[in-house]
């Protein structure tokens, strides 16, 4: 069963609102994420290597992460039966087994994905699945920034890096800006018909719209239940964020103009402002102070050696 979509981008950009969106279509099922699967896998030559298998023990020990397991709301038995015999098999063929298995438990005719993570690895997922289609979600740096900073996982993503200690605005900024050059650079090397793009903005102020070009780009039927994914399943509980409490579409729920110390916005934007203006995000500050500007080329310069000394994937001019 090869997938329909995935759906990437930046982490805190809207990748779980545009998961629940799209899973209340009536054809298609979105998987939740996947990158603790792809994990054991995750050299990029093994990927389409004809010697790369799935072991019985890896298997086993995917079944012991108990709460990403339990996501994909799989027996042990359904998922063990994806080694036929317990014998090992190619990594490609155990995820199109969770993708078969995940469409068989919806009812519905088509799967997806989403898992953030996979922003950057478009080219060579191109090259497994041929037909699949990406939905590339961005949304301005600044309020991703805000949503980071104010996050109790933000050591897994920005805060991996040593530069954080020091500037976490900046090291968010230039974090955001890879992620999303990475997707786009990859996206814009697939044919047309197989990637796009959309604004969270846009998303969340004209929904009907941007689902309605959605789905033409997914090749389904436009449908309203897309926007009452959360109709049954909202949460009230003070302190939940917007992905435990299941709220509706909701423009507002960061807002960098009115959040975000002035500092910060300044350190951002002398950061990651060239990526802002391509975007068409409109900058507090358009002509950054000469000291917050050199501040910015040292922090890249590091972040930028730190992300090669980690074997992550690197821009092109960085």
Not at 227 to 244: I, M, Y
Not at 282 to 310: G, I, K, N
Request: aromatic share 10%.
């Amino acid at each position: 069963m090869s997938p329909l979509v995935f759906i990437v981008g930046c982490a805190r950009s809207g990748t779980t609102l545009l998961q629940r969106i799209v899973d209340a279509h009536p054809q298609i099922a979105v998987t939740p994420e996947l990158h603790w699967v792809t994990h054991y896998f995750r050299d990029r030559k093994k990927w389409l290597a004809p010697t790369g298998r799935v072991t019985a023990e890896q298997v086993e020990s995917m079944i012991e992460n108990t709460k990403r397991f339990s996501q994909l709301e799989f027996t042990p038995e359904e998922f063990r039966g994806l080694l036929p015999g317990g014998e090992p098999v190619p990594y490609v063929t155990f995820l199109n087994g969770i993708f078969a298995l995940y469409r068989q438990h919806s009812g519905k005719p088509l799967v997806g994905n989403k898992t953030p993570a996979y922003v950057r690895r478009l080219p060579i997922f191109h090259q497994i699945w041929p037909e699949a289609k990406f939905v590339h979600i961005i949304r301005d740096g600044r309020d991703v920034c805000l949503s980071v900073l104010n996050w109790y996982h933000a050591d897994r993503t920005a805060g991996r890096y040593s530069t954080w200690a020091e500037d976490r605005a900046s090291t968010t900024a230039l974090w955001w800006e890879r992620k999303v050059r990475l997707g786009r650079q990859g996206g814009r090397s697939l044919p047309p018909h197989l990637y796009y793009e959309i604004s969270y903005e846009r998303l969340v102020h004209k929904p009907a719209e941007e689902c309605a070009k959605l789905c033409a780009f997914l090749g389904v039927p436009y449908e309203e239940k897309m926007l009452r994914f959360h109709e049954g399943r909202t949460k009230s509980k003070p302190g939940l964020d917007a992905k435990k409490a299941w709220l509706p579409i909701t423009p507002g729920l960061r807002e960098w103009r009115t959040q975000m110390p002035a500092d910060d916005q300044q350190r951002f934007e002398a950061a990651a402002g060239d990526l802002l203006d391509e975007l068409g995000y409109p900058r507090a500050v358009p002509r950054p102070q000469p000291a917050h500007l050199e501040h910015a080329s040292r922090m890249r310069e590091l972040f930028s050696r730190e992300a090669a000394v980690r074997g992550r994937e690197l821009l092109r001019g960085w």
